[in-house]
T-cell receptor, first 115, second 113 residues
Framework: AQSVTQLDSHVSVSEGTPVLLRCNYS??????LFWYVQHPNKGLQLLLK??????LVKGINGFEAEFKKSETSFHLTKPSAHMSDAAEYFC?????????????FGSGTQLTVLP | NAGVTQTPKFRILKIGQSMTLQCTQD?????MYWYRQDPGMGLKLIYY???????DKGEVPNGYNVSRSTTEDFPLRLELAAPSQTSVYFC????????????FGPGTRLLVL
């Protein structure tokens, strides 16, 4: 079994300040982990993914995430927020290879960027 | 490539009506998925397919049916619409299964009254 907990349903930051979106996971095997972003009335877009290579993963638009097995965390960060970053962000954990149905989404974190 | 396309973008149904949500991908992906997203929630898997002619249930399949006659198309059918099916529906595809990036369509917003 696997689960994902996004620790904040809403995060508000000022433009130019750092972003931290927190995600903890639970899995009985070595998972693949993803962050997706959803802009209003749009589909989901992949930001980055971790698949047991480097623990620090760099994604698009300056985002990165660090896989910490000891803390079962996969927090998403960005050094400097931009207005265009305002969106909903989903942390996703994927099951072992071949188990297509075992994709579990977090409940999402709404990021607001203030001018 | 158009990626994953979905039609319609928005639909209002009356209780008991039926409809088909269309999904097409042009990336020659084997795996396709249907999700629903309710307000304030993450996505929940309805059905998925690992290739033409093969489908399987996800987490919330009740009230829905799917078919996969071609690699490109994966329609989702609602036979007797209920208010509980009011949601946003997303179709996605991936080259293979778990661990692969899924590519999402823009979604279909469905309102059942």
């Amino acid at each position: 079994a696997q689960s994902v907990t996004q620790l904040d349903s809403h995060v508000s930051v000022s433009e130019g300040t750092p972003v931290l979106l927190r995600c903890n996971y639970s899995s009985s095997y070595s998972p693949s982990l993803f962050w997706y972003v959803q802009h209003p009335n749009k589909g989901l877009q992949l930001l980055l993914k971790y698949t047991s290579a480097a623990t620090l993963v760099k994604g698009i638009n300056g985002f990165e995430a660090e896989f910490k097995k000891s803390e079962t965390s996969f927090h998403l960060t960005k050094p400097s927020a931009h207005m265009s970053d305002a969106a909903e962000y989903f942390c996703v954990v994927s099951g072992p290879s071949g188990s297509a149905r075992q994709l579990t989404f977090g409940s999402g974190t709404q990021l607001t960027v203030l001018p | 490539n158009a990626g994953v396309t979905q039609t319609p973008k928005f639909r209002i149904l009356k209780i008991g009506q039926s409809m088909t949500l269309q999904c097409t991908q042009d990336m020659n992906h084997n795996y396709m998925y249907w999700y629903r997203q309710d307000p304030g929630m993450g996505l929940k898997l309805i059905y998925y397919s690992v290739g033409a002619g093969i489908t399987d249930k996800g987490e919330v399949p009740n009230g829905y049916n799917v078919s996969r006659s071609t690699t490109e198309d994966f329609p989702l059918r609602l036979e007797l619409a209920a208010p509980s099916q009011t949601s946003v529906y997303f179709c996605a595809s991936s080259p293979s299964g778990s661990g692969e990036t899924q590519y999402f369509g823009p979604g279909t917003r469905l309102l059942v009254l």
